[in-house]
């Protein structure tokens, strides 16, 4: 069991802090928090094994093909309104 901070996995694999802690926060991935002395936050460790099986869970392929690069999306056609009917 090798147990790391969110920081040192987000260093680590290609995932941020923030999303560590919100799926820590979102109990979807599990980890330990240990206490500090009062007032402190403590430290929170993750179990790589844990973490390795929710980023497979979470893992989503680009263009059919694992780690291919997509362009910019295509801009939407400009929008133009219909002419407007005047009253007479």
């Given at each position: ?41 403590g ?38 309104p ?7």
């Amino acid at each position: 069991m090798t147990l790391l901070t969110p920081a040192q996995l987000a260093e680590k694999y290609p995932v941020s802090r923030s999303t560590l802690y919100s799926a820590m926060q979102a109990k979807l991935l599990p980890f330990y928090r240990l206490p500090s002395r009062k007032g402190a936050r403590g430290k929170y460790l993750i179990d790589e094994a844990d973490f390795l099986s929710w980023l497979a869970r979470n893992f989503h392929e680009r263009d059919g093909e694992a780690g291919a690069t997509v362009g910019p999306s295509p801009r939407p056609p400009k929008f133009t309104p219909p002419a407007a009917k005047h009253l007479t």
